[in-house]
């Protein structure tokens, strides 16, 4: 059984990512910050079809937490599956924010940042000595790091940065033959920057190729796939799933 740690899987594109690839007969560990009930809700979704998953508390922009994390996953992995490593990570958990390069704050800058790109880059360096070898890597990245969207230039910025970080990525585990990937979602129906309203929602569509946005489900859909074999000559690639927005 292959083994997948999920950040920010107890909502949105996590929480269908988690249950995606427990459908695929993965085992799965989800991480949360401020809502256990949330993820132990998936957890119990998983089990009760006969999959295997763990919950554990992780806030990605404390990267002094992570050690410790890393040290909790080892205990995890021991007891529940009876291994010292896993196979696949999701750099998936994230926030919005919509204000103008005018009216953001440093500390809301930085907050941007610690999440979107620290927290990836240092989380996956505490966790590499557990990934094993031939393992998957896929980060979560935007349709915003390719269409300038009002309101989101940090988030986006930073998720530009991802971007390049995961060609960077593919290159070094590469020797280990680690896959590394993104995927770039365009409007998805999530609670990301407080959700869509209907007068959004029929914006977004209308500046989608299909007419309308897209579901988690829709995204994890291809990130589980890029997580398996058959993918396994797809790497340092980002891929966007938007339906074909602003084309």
Known sequence: MSIVIITGGSRGIGAATALACAQRGTGVILTYN???????????????????????????????????????????????????????????AGYGLFKSIATVTEAEFDGLFAVHLKGPFFLTQALLPLLADGGQIVNLTSATTRVATLGVAPYASFKGGLEVLTR????????????????????????????????????????????????????????????????????????????????
Do not use: C, H
Not at 53 to 64: E, G, Q, R
Not at 190 to 205: H, P
């Open 34 to 92: 401020n809502n256990p009930a949330a993820a132990e809700a998936i957890v119990k979704t998983i089990t009760a079809d006969g999959g295997q998953a763990v919950a554990l508390k992780l806030d990605v922009a404390d990267s002094s937490t992570f050690p410790a994390f890393a040290d909790t996953v080892r205990t995890t992995l021991r007891e529940t599956w009876g291994r010292d490593d896993f196979d696949q990570l999701v750099n998936n």
């Open 168 to 247: 960077y990525m593919a290159q070094e585990f590469g020797e280990r033959r680690i896959r590394v990937n993104s995927v770039a979602p365009g409007a998805i129906r999530t609670e990301l920057g407080g959700g869509l309203n209907d007068e959004f929602e029929t914006l977004l569509a209308g500046q989608t190729a299909l007419g309308r946005v897209g579901e988690p489900e829709e995204v994890a859909t291809v990130i589980a796939t890029l997580l398996s074999l058959e993918t396994q000559w797809v790497n340092a690639q980002n891929i966007e799933i938007s339906g074909g927005f602003n084309i």
